[in-house]
């Protein structure tokens, strides 16, 4: 084959050219993964039952997924067709975006934030607008506010937010939804059990209101890849329009009832987590570590310049945690996942010692 043959391959858009490459470093997991928000402990005992129930005759037929949604509507306390699930929240942020950005629009991100909105704002013809959280890493609620434009046409909001562990208050959220009554609002609640409070009893009241929920983290699915996307009926008719029909699988469809009705467990791991997260804070604090309060499964934690030594001795020791340097604003910073009381206790021994170790701590004291 001629060389000039050979350089023939198709040009992908312009757009898909421009992106960054985004690779979680997922990878050699066998250790205490407090790198990936995930539960760090499994999931209902119910789940397992499930999954040991599927036939092999079950598998050959696609997956029909409106008898789960209208259990897991009902869960939410929502209609059903004003709910959509989908496989993981970043396919629900996918559709989303997909459905309504066009060329000029503005989607408005307040940053840092989730990594996956950036991403799939940049495969569409929109422009993405930052805006930066103080160093407190609090909601930029002012800011935010004053950078809606005609323009803006989605915004994205994680509550509580990632990697800062930071939140919006409701009040905000729905200030925010009247001060952009022409752009969808996305409120991600992928952490929602662990903060406790939700606007997903607005969906259907706030007409430009869409709320999403994921079932990787407190319910301990993510490889099954299981989200729900809520949001007004009018709206949710658009978003299955571009939803693929057979995105969620059917071990996932089969695991969630019984995921969702074994509330015992779903609150021992909360209840576990937030109790863990409370000793850890305190661990943070006597090593002399700066940390952001945070509402969810994780806490950012300042360790300053050493941060790539700092993850990588901590590795070594067992423990993953995610550097997330890299992040807006979130230079030294590495974000540290909360699990159970005992898995907590293990990982402040590691903390303890690398902190030694590096000679990081003593910045609080
Ligand atoms: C804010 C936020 N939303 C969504 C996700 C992804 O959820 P899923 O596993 O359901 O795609 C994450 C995962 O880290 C997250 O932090």
Redesign the pocket.
């Known amino acids: 084959m001629a060389k000039a043959e050979i350089s023939l391959f198709p040009t992908p858009r312009a757009r898909v050219q421009a992106m960054k490459e985004y690779h979680p470093p997922l990878g050699s997991r066998d250790a205490l993964r407090l790198d990936?928000?995930e539960n760090t402990h499994a999931c209902s005992p119910k789940v397992r039952e499930a999954l040991s129930l599927i036939t092999a005759g079950a598998l050959t037929r696609y997956p029909e997924r409106e008898p789960v949604e209208a259990i897991v509507a009902a869960h939410l306390g929502l209609a059903a067709p004003q709910v959509a699930l989908t496989n993981?929240?970043?396919?629900a942020?996918h559709v989303l975006f997909e459905t309504f950005l066009e060329a000029g629009d503005e989607v408005l991100l307040p940053v840092p934030?989730?990594t996956?909105y950036e991403v799939y704002a940049s495969a569409t013809d929109a422009t993405i607008v930052q805006v930066l959280a103080g160093d407190d890493l609090q909601f930029p609620f002012e800011r935010l506010l004053a950078a809606i434009t005609k323009r803006t046409k989605i915004i994205a909001i994680?509550n509580p937010?990632?990697p800062s562990g930071s939140v919006a208050t409701r009040q905000q959220l729905v200030e925010i939804a009247s001060r952009a009554p022409h752009a969808v609002v996305l409120v991600?609640e992928?952490?929602f059990h662990f903060h406790g409070e939700t606007v997903i009893d607005l969906v259907g009241v706030v007409s430009n209101l869409f709320v999403?929920r994921?079932?990787?983290?407190a319910y301990g699915l993510?490889g099954l890849?299981?989200?729900v996307l809520a949001g007004p009926v009018e709206s949710m008719r658009w978003i299955r329009r571009v939803l693929s029909p057979y995105s969620v699988n059917s071990l996932a469809l089969a695991c969630l009832p019984p995921a969702i009705q074994d509330a015992a467990y779903l609150d021992w791991y909360v209840g576990e987590v937030v109790a863990a997260r409370t000793e850890f804070e305190a661990a943070l604090d006597v090593a002399g570590l700066r940390r952001w309060p945070s509402q969810a499964n994780f806490i950012l934690v300042d360790v300053g310049s050493q941060h790539g030594e700092f993850v990588r001795l901590t590795r070594a020791s067992g423990v993953l945690v995610r550097d997330r340097s890299s992040d807006p604003g979130c230079d030294g910073r590495v974000r540290i996942t909360i699990g159970t009381r005992e898995q907590m206790r293990q990982a402040v021994v590691v903390l303890n010692e690398t902190v030694a170790a590096l000679n990081v701590g003593g910045k609080m004291q």
């Open positions: 990936f928000n993981g929240v970043d396919e942020i934030t989730y996956m994680a937010n990632s991600d992928a952490y999403a994921t079932f990787s983290k993510a890849r299981l989200g």
